[in-house]
């Protein structure tokens, strides 16, 4: 299972610069215009993923990220929110590599932000983690189509194809 989850974080962080590089053209005015997102803009949407990563990453450490709500706004300047994105999606492989096997076969007991108790295969939750951000990543390709812009290739299999990323053994 390590191997699986390694490859989801090493897709995790490539995908986060693939969709960045794809953002650089988008003015500011689109970048934060409500677009129809969960999270209303796509600069709303990438603070809910940095928020997503460091309430889930504190989890995994036995930690609780107090945060107001999922909407939060934790960095409000573009640049900088790039910046602290691109150097949480790595935390996750390092994380990963360095817990034993008894950790990842573990489940993980966390208090969500309403308060209410959860205990869940750690793996599982890990894969959820992963799995969120790409829901979130397909919502903001889908608003750099509606504004002219091309999306970004962010499937697994080019991940897998442009890095050399061996398939785990199933």
């Given at each position: 299972?390590?191997?699986?989850?390694?490859?989801?974080a090493?897709?995790?962080?490539?995908?986060f610069?693939?969709?960045?590089?794809?953002?650089?053209?988008?003015?500011?005015?689109a970048?934060?215009?409500?677009c129809?997102?969960?999270?209303?803009s796509?600069?709303?949407?990438?603070?809910?993923?940095?928020?997503?990563?460091?309430?889930?990453?504190?989890?995994?450490?036995?930690?609780?990220?107090?945060?107001?709500?999922?909407?939060?706004?934790?960095?409000?300047?573009?640049?900088?929110?790039?910046?602290?994105?691109?150097?949480?999606?790595?935390?996750?492989?390092?994380?990963?590599?360095?817990?034993?096997?008894?950790?990842?076969?573990?489940?993980?007991?966390?208090?969500?932000?309403?308060?209410?108790?959860?205990?869940?295969?750690?793996?599982?939750?890990?894969?959820?983690?992963?799995?969120?951000?790409?829901?979130?990543?397909?919502?903001?390709?889908a608003?750099?189509?509606?504004?002219?812009?091309?999306?970004?290739?962010?499937?697994?299999?080019?991940?897998?194809?442009?890095?050399?990323?061996?398939?785990?053994?199933?």
């Amino acid at each position: 299972m390590r191997s699986e989850l390694l490859l989801m974080a090493g897709y995790h962080a490539w995908a986060f610069e693939r969709l960045y590089a794809a953002l650089v053209p988008l003015d500011d005015a689109a970048y934060r215009d409500d677009c129809g997102l969960f999270f209303r803009s796509i600069h709303g949407t990438l603070n809910h993923l940095l928020l997503a990563d460091r309430v889930w990453f504190a989890r995994f450490q036995g930690e609780r990220y107090e945060v107001a709500g999922l909407d939060s706004e934790l960095e409000g300047d573009r640049v900088l929110l790039e910046h602290a994105l691109a150097d949480q999606a790595p935390r996750w492989a390092a994380w990963i590599a360095a817990a034993d096997d008894a950790t990842l076969a573990a489940t993980l007991d966390y208090t969500n932000l309403a308060g209410t108790v959860f205990s869940n295969p750690l793996a599982a939750v890990l894969l959820h983690v992963f799995n969120h951000a790409t829901h979130h990543r397909g919502q903001i390709s889908a608003a750099l189509t509606t504004r002219g812009l091309a999306a970004p290739e962010l499937d697994l299999i080019a991940y897998l194809r442009g890095v050399g990323a061996p398939l785990p053994a199933v």
